[in-house]
């Protein structure tokens, strides 16, 4: 069974701190790799997309990729309560099939 | 716009009863998706098309079903055989250019009520 995992929090960090997001998969074939924010009751929506090793960066946001060691993260610079939400972890390997993690409850305290 | 259209954004099924959910999009995506997400879980997928007249089981396609007719158009059916199907349901599209996946883009979903 190909797997996704994230720590499920809740994470809370004060306004203004970086809030650091972690997710592991276990399938070395995936590919592709996403951090989508959902608020409560709505639908995901997409942060960030990585394919190689390293960092990178979109504004507030860095996301980061280790392959040898399986592990995604997200770093949220400058935290802000607007942030506060379920961030989603996905990977996708070669075809069109994506599995998602659990989700990590984020709270930034104003 | 281009976009993911579902409706009704609420449904509700009397026991028994066959409910299909609509999802349309106009983002000339290929494969197109289903997923059920229950109170603070993660995505689940029902039901996944890659390409028109094509689909797969996802890891709960179980009491559910899907046709895929026209490439904009990837409707869901909650059939009597699904016993638990409270749940919010979210429909995705996807295009897969120069060989890595991109990110999917969700509709808004349906949350699905017993009555």
């Known amino acids: 069974q190909k797997e996704v995992e994230q720590n499920s929090g809740p994470l809370s960090v004060p306004e203004g701190a970086i809030a650091s997001l972690n997710c592991t998969y276990s399938?070395?074939?995936?590919?592709?790799f996403f951090w989508y924010r959902q608020y409560s009751g709505k639908s995901p929506e997409l942060i960030m997309f990585?394919?190689?090793?390293g960092d990178k960066e979109d504004g507030r946001f860095t996301a980061q990729l280790n392959k040898a060691s399986q592990y995604v993260s997200l770093l949220i610079r400058d935290s802000q309560p607007s942030d506060s939400a379920t961030y989603l972890c996905?990977?996708?390997?070669?075809?069109?099939?994506?599995?998602f993690g659990a989700g990590t409850r984020l709270f930034v305290k104003a | 716009d281009g976009g993911i259209t579902q409706s009704p954004k609420y449904l509700f099924r009397k026991e028994g009863q066959n409910v299909t959910l609509s999802c349309e999009q106009n983002?000339?995506?290929?494969?197109m998706y289903w997923y059920r997400q229950d109170p603070g879980q993660g995505l689940r997928l029902i039901y996944y098309?890659?390409?028109?007249?094509?689909?797969q089981k996802g890891d709960i396609a179980e009491g559910y079903s899907v046709s895929r007719e026209k490439k904009e158009s990837f409707p869901l059916t909650v059939t009597s055989a699904q016993k638990n199907p409270t749940a919010f349901y979210l429909c995705?599209?996807?295009?897969?250019?120069?060989?890595?996946?991109?990110?999917?883009?969700f509709g808004d979903g349906t949350r699905l009520s017993i009555l």
């Open positions: 399938d070395r074939g995936s590919q592709s």
């Open positions: 990585i394919y190689s090793n």
């Open positions: 098309s890659q390409i028109v007249n094509d689909f």
């Open positions: 983002l000339n995506h290929d494969a």
């Open positions: 996905a990977a996708t390997t070669g075809g069109f099939k994506t599995i």
């Open positions: 995705a599209s996807s295009s897969k250019p120069g060989g890595y996946n991109q990110p999917q883009h």
